[in-house]
């Protein structure tokens, strides 16, 4: 069974963390409701004394973090005064003694928590707060990007229903598979990247707009997202901010899109790759 989005961001995070702070263990989870985070990812461990831990906000170090929605650290977790130790055992287990937890926080609203520890009562420095806050900032923005996949997904479904007859929904959908286009790059986990090209192929071929007959165009994935954002009107330095890319970079894209679906203008480049069904 593949594993699922948030483990696949998870994991990446937590190895980053181990990477660029020197901790040699990091652990994490996402939120099952508002109070309660479940330890699902563990990296460096020796032991599965913390995998499946359910930690409620304001309990353990963890806990707090997520109470406060703000890091915290302790030098020594099993004599610590500054926490709750409903946790001990699982943290003795694993032999940690200085510990920092990170708050993950979309919207203001805290949906996970990643931790970093040594097996050594030593003093955490800037360095390591800092590798452990860009961790958690890395699954801040994955989960904001599915989040904003699963929001253009949902208007894709609810408000089209006959496209030619609802011009304006599918000027909408268009917007939508602009927006995922640009997102595809965010999003590390393979399988979910399939999935959302996939879905963008089936909005450009729902629209209607192939005409039978045309020749075969095959664009490569950066010369569609350049033309995706070209047909909702936007200038090359627009395109290149909404898709990370340098303004020359778009404008390389752009030339060779409108040379292979044998264009000379950028209108002319939108209405072939509509035609020959790459664009809704």
């Given at each position: 069974?593949?594993?699922s ?8 995070a937590?190895l980053?963390?181990?990477r ?6 990091a ?10 985070a ?8 020796h ?5 499946g ?18 890091p ?22 694993e ?7 990170v708050?993950v ?8 928590v990643l ?5 050594e ?8 707060f ?9 699954v801040?923005?994955a989960l ?10 949902a208007v894709?479904?609810?408000e089209?229903t ?7 929904a599918?000027?909408g ?5 602009r ?6 790059p965010?999003?590390?986990d ?21 005409v ?22 936007t200038?090359?330095?627009?395109a ?7 303004p ?6 752009l ?11 950028r209108l002319?480049?939108v ?10």
């Amino acid at each position: 069974m593949p594993e699922s989005v948030d483990a696949v961001e998870m994991q990446a995070a937590l190895l980053r963390l181990r990477r660029t702070s020197g901790l040699p263990v990091a652990f994490g989870g996402l939120l099952s409701d508002t109070r309660h985070a479940r330890i699902a990812e563990l990296n460096g461990a020796h032991t599965a004394a913390l995998r499946g831990l359910v930690i409620s906000a304001g309990s353990g170090l963890g806990g707090k973090a997520i109470a406060l929605s703000r890091p915290c650290a302790v030098t020594d977790y099993h004599s610590s005064r500054h926490i709750s130790h409903e946790y001990d055992t699982a943290v003795a287990a694993e032999g940690l003694r200085s510990v920092v937890a990170v708050p993950v926080v979309v919207r203001r609203k805290v949906r996970g928590v990643l931790y970093g520890a040594l097996r050594e009562p030593l003093v955490l420095g800037d360095r390591t707060f800092d590798a452990a806050v860009a961790a958690a900032r890395d699954v801040e923005q994955a989960l904001a990007v599915r989040d904003e996949v699963q929001l253009l997904l949902a208007v894709t479904r609810e408000e089209v229903t006959d496209p030619r007859a609802a011009p304006e929904a599918w000027e909408g959908v268009r917007e939508a598979h602009r927006e995922l286009r640009a997102l595809v790059p965010k999003v590390l986990d393979p399988a979910l990247r399939d999935e959302l090209l996939a879905v963008c192929g089936r909005l450009a071929s729902a629209a209607g707009t192939r005409v039978p007959g045309s020749r075969e165009v095959q664009l490569a994935p950066r010369e569609l997202d350049v033309l995706s954002c070209v047909a909702a009107g936007t200038t090359n330095a627009v395109a290149a901010d909404r898709l990370g890319l340098r303004p020359e970079t778009v404008k390389g894209y752009l030339r060779s899109a409108m040379r292979k679906l044998g264009a000379h203008t950028r209108l002319e480049a939108v209405v072939a790759a509509r035609r020959a069904g790459l664009l809704p």
